[in-house]
């Protein structure tokens, strides 16, 4: 497995934007109501970039062979690398589409309700920030070191995830 590019997560976030950009205008021309944003959006994000994070700071010893742990099981460890990726590329989706929400209601600023739906879509933005960030950190943790010689036996050339 390559390891997740920042381009990619960026393309994807900008992706995601313009589709909650215009999930925002569709739901509004064909309802006539804004689109909800709930508080709770940005609640879960935060719980699972903390759920990342305790997990990151669990296998770590145990995958930098600490002394008096016993190794992560490689099956663990790959299968910590992909949750690590599908974490990344989530929070990349999902805090693009928070923020092109946060965008369409920029206008509506000095009302109430778009004042609360910018400021609460921004919270979950943010909180997918972290996902990612804690995301990217495990996905590095996992990673297998090269090997000394400077032959690399993936045969892509890239770094190696897993244990």
């Known amino acids: ?24 205008h569709i739901v509004e021309s064909l309802s006539g109501r804004y689109l909800p944003v709930p508080w709770t959006t940005a609640a879960a994000l935060a719980l699972l970039a903390i759920a990342l994070l305790i997990w990151a700071l669990m296998v770590r010893p145990r995958l930098r062979h600490a002394p008096n742990t016993r190794p992560l099981d490689p099956l663990v460890a790959a299968r910590t690398a992909a949750l690590a990726m ?62 000394r010689d400077g032959s690399d036996d993936t045969g892509s050339g890239g770094a190696r995830l897993g244990a």
Do not use: N
């Open 1 to 24: 497995m390559k390891p997740t590019s920042v381009r990619l997560l960026c393309a994807l976030a900008v992706l995601a934007a313009a589709g909650g950009w215009a999930l925002t």
């Open 86 to 147: 599908a974490a990344s590329r989530t929070g990349a989706i999902v805090g693009g589409v928070y923020l092109g929400i946060a965008a369409s209601f920029v206008g509506r600023w000095a009302q109430d309700s778009g004042r609360e739906r910018v400021i609460t879509a921004l919270l979950a933005a943010l909180a997918a920030a972290a996902v990612i960030a804690v995301a990217l950190w495990l996905e590095h943790l996992c990673r297998l070191p090269q090997p």
